[in-house]
């Protein structure tokens, strides 16, 4: 497993909750490690190296459906099947329990990753849009749990 030595915090969102999360994230990394935020929309496999860490926002749709930008992201990894064996990731979707498919495309793109053999680090985080709980409080509580397994990563 390679020492991460910058950080790829990428979102997909519909409506922009994703987009603030990664926000919040980013901000609570960069502290630590050199960090780019990115629309899922944007990102190249090409981008990924051994020292990247992945962090996903991503929010749900449809029926379980993936939202912009972590769609075409899917697809890639689908077609391509690359070697993450040595990619550490970090993932907080986004969804609302009301629906039965709560979360699904975190789910789905966190299954996938372990598929290509990634690993992830800290808890799958999981906003949920009916509680009270805002999504910037939310992302930074998640990303405070996060810090000290990225530190683990960087001195290890
Ligand atoms: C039309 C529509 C469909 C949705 N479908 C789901 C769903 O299947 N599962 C889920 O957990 N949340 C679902 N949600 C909730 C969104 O994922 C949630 O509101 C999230 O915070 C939106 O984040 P975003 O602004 O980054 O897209 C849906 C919301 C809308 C408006």
Redesign the pocket.
């Known amino acids: 497993m390679a020492i991460p030595t910058h950080a790829i915090i990428a979102?997909g969102?519909?409506?922009?909750?994703?987009?603030l999360a990664a926000v919040e994230i980013e901000a609570a990394l960069s502290n630590m490690i050199q960090s780019e935020f990115v629309s899922l929309t944007e990102l190249e496999l090409e981008q990924f190296h051994e020292d990247t860490l992945l962090v996903v926002c991503c929010?749900?749709?449809?029926?379980?459906?993936y939202?912009d930008g972590a769609d075409v992201f899917a697809e890639a990894l689908n077609t391509t099947r690359p070697d993450f064996s040595k990619f550490n990731y970090a993932i907080f979707g986004?969804?609302?329990?009301t629906?039965e498919?709560?979360?699904?495309a975190s789910i789905k793109l966190s299954k996938l990753l372990q598929e290509l053999g990634a690993t992830r680090i800290g808890e799958h985080g999981m906003?949920d849009?009916s509680s009270a709980d805002y999504?910037d409080s939310a992302a930074q509580a998640w990303a405070a749990e996060l810090t000290p397994f990225v530190r683990e990563l960087i001195d290890a």
């Open positions: 979102y969102t519909e409506t922009g909750n994703a987009e929010s749900t749709y449809g029926d379980g459906e939202s986004l969804g609302d329990t629906y498919t709560f979360n699904f906003h849009a999504v």
